[in-house]
């Protein structure tokens, strides 16, 4: 079953043009160019042998050659040799070999995928022309995944290349405002100022629990430490605990530049007003929630009345305590989210999500709620004053919740005030 080049038919290149014309030891059927086989075409012998295929100046190039017993070889030629692709099948149609063949010769064994070079014996066309390279799956698989990577990369460049020039924009607002003339302007610096934190993380709920607040109340207390806040942390606290912690911290926000409230925990609203639930509460009825709940309102009320050695002092609250449970379920008066609260003068509250909406506690997994991780993220960024920090935070939590949570928030504020002073 070895090479059956033309001179050994019998065939020199003047003979086949000649046999062709009348010859009975060999029939060609086919394309004829150049007084010569060219295109497509079917060479049959007396003895049965038969090659379908392709022809380039008379010299086989893609196609099957049959011997009498029915084994045959599909692929490609060279100088009417097997060279390149091609599968040699036995009789019974099963393969014998295939791979990479040179000068007549197997040189490079592997399995070809017949369904892709496959090629009709009983025709002069090839159905599908084989791959000349077998790598050639892979090297365009591989490109596209470059190509992919790269526009990922210039998507990245392009994203960061704005946030420079948004910081840059930030950093040049701070420039021109400690340039001008301070006129009554209440700037909280973060350098000489008292600055004091109650931080409240309900996580472990009988009914309906978290898996984030403890860990966001933990880690604001640690990033609000490193700022210079002498912070109170509460982690899953009663009723008892938080009225206790209010008390306390009351008597250092009169001594205090800045005063930051923060609760993560389940909220709910009712007739108006925003209820932070203990994890000690046991509600049933709305009517309950006076007793069994912290009105959110009492720590605006402590802020405002209590005024203390500074006049012009910045108060924070904080509030992402607005994830969806199912104790307002029926209640006529509630809605799912919180109500809108007005900041008094001097004070600055910002809410996870919108009035009335839901807030995500954070994907199964993930440390902390998208709110708490962007805050996070946003209070370490030097010079930025508190507004356009907050606009941060709610950029970056509208790019995680995909549009679905939008961060709201209500200042008073007369001055300015940055959480992180560079040095």
Same mark, same amino acid.
């Given at each position: 079953? #070895? ?16 046999? *062709? ?17 060219? $295109? ?22 893609? #196609? ?21 692709? #091609? ?21 490079? %064994? ?7 070079? %496959? ?7 090839? +159905? ?5 390279? &077998? ?34 924009? /930030? ?29 409240? $993380?309900? =996580?472990?709920?009988?009914?309906? &629990? ?23 942390? /509460? ?18 926000? =009169?001594?205090?530049?800045? =005063?930051?409230?923060?609760? =993560? ?10 209820? +932070? ?41 904080? /509030? ?9 379920? $029926? ?14 003068? $001097? ?31 946003? *209070? ?7 507004? /356009?920090? @907050? ?15 939008? &961060? ?8 300015? @005030? ?6």
């Amino acid at each position: 079953m #070895g090479e059956v080049p033309l001179v050994l038919l019998g065939l020199s290149e003047e003979a086949a043009s000649t046999s *062709i014309r009348g010859n009975t030891d060999v029939k060609y059927v086919g394309e004829w160019k150049n007084n010569q086989q060219n $295109g497509r075409g079917t060479l049959t012998l007396t003895d049965g042998r038969k090659y379908v295929g392709n022809w380039v100046n008379a010299k086989r190039t893609f #196609g099957t050659f049959i011997w009498p017993d029915g084994s045959k070889y599909v692929g490609e030629w060279k100088d009417d040799l097997r060279h390149g692709q #091609g599968i040699q099948y036995l009789p019974n149609g099963s393969v014998r070999q295939s791979g990479n063949w040179r000068d007549g010769e197997l040189v490079q %064994s592997f399995a070809i995928n017949t369904n892709r070079f %496959s090629f009709n014996a009983d025709s002069a066309t090839p +159905l599908i022309k084989p791959q000349s390279d &077998p790598l050639k799956s892979e090297r365009d698989r591989l490109a596209a995944e470059a190509e992919s990577a790269r526009k990922r990369q210039q998507e990245l460049d392009q994203r960061l290349a704005h946030e420079r020039a948004e910081k840059e924009r /930030l950093a040049a607002q701070v420039a021109n405002q400690d340039s001008a003339p301070q006129r009554n302007s209440p700037l909280a610096t973060g350098r000489n100022e008292r600055r004091v934190a109650l931080i409240v $993380g309900n =996580a472990k709920y009988a009914y309906n &629990p978290l898996d984030n607040p403890v860990n966001d109340a933990s880690d604001l207390d640690a990033a609000l430490k490193s700022l210079g806040f002498k912070t109170a942390l /509460l982690r899953d606290a009663t009723m008892a605990q938080v009225r206790n912690a209010t008390r306390q911290f009351a008597d250092d926000v =009169a001594t205090s530049d800045v =005063a930051l409230i923060f609760f =993560a925990g389940h909220g709910i609203e009712a007739r108006g007003r925003n209820y +932070l639930i203990p994890v000690s509460a046991d509600i049933k009825h709305e009517y309950e929630l006076e007793d069994q709940a912290y009105d959110a309102g009492r720590w605006l009320d402590m802020l405002e009345d209590i005024k203390g050695t500074n006049k012009q002092r910045v108060n924070i609250v904080i /509030l992402d305590a607005c994830r969806n449970n199912d104790l307002a379920r $029926g209640w006529r008066s509630s809605s799912r989210g919180l109500a809108r609260m007005d900041a008094p003068t $001097g004070t600055f509250i910002a809410f996870a999500t919108a009035p009335g909406k839901v807030a995500m506690d954070g994907a199964k997994g993930q440390r902390n709620s998208p709110f708490t991780k962007n805050l996070l993220r946003a *209070i370490q960024t030097p010079d930025v004053p508190i507004e /356009l920090m @907050f606009k941060e935070v709610r950029r970056l939590v509208l790019e995680d919740t995909k549009n679905e949570q939008v &961060p709201w928030d209500n200042s008073s504020l007369v001055g300015d @005030f940055v959480f992180k002073k560079s040095r």
